[in-house]
């Protein structure tokens, strides 16, 4: 069982920056591949960032050059770091720890871009 919990939301102005973490605790983490994703009001939830085992991180192209997704296996700990914020990037940020069809989800944390 993984246990995955995101934090490192808040209100901030556009243009700002902030920094998700995504802990995932339980054995063997460094073997799963893991994925942001964000739901905003009257949206889908839609996929963000994924970072895998193997092989170049990929970005949705809204976010590219602005977002950048890192592991730090030893902590296991994902992060997202989001520069130039816009209004639209405003939503439940969560993460998503898959590994040979199983899927563990966190509650997500909250961004607000707003002035």
């Known amino acids: 069982q993984v246990q995955v919990v995101e934090s490192g939301g808040g209100l901030v102005q556009p243009g700002g920056s902030l920094r998700l973490s995504c802990a995932a605790s339980g054995t063997g983490i460094y073997t799963y591949n893991m994925r942001w994703y964000r739901q905003t009001p009257g949206k889908q939830r839609e996929w963000v960032a994924g970072i895998f085992t193997s092989g170049p991180a990929n970005y949705t192209d809204s976010v590219k050059g602005r977002f950048t997704i890192s592991r730090n296996d030893a902590w296991n700990t994902t992060y997202l770091q989001m520069t130039d914020l816009r209004t639209e990037d405003t939503g439940v940020y969560s993460c998503?720890?898959?590994?040979?069809?199983?899927?563990?989800w966190g509650r997500g944390t909250q961004v607000t871009v707003s002035s």
């Open positions: 998503r720890a898959s590994r040979a069809g199983h899927d563990f």
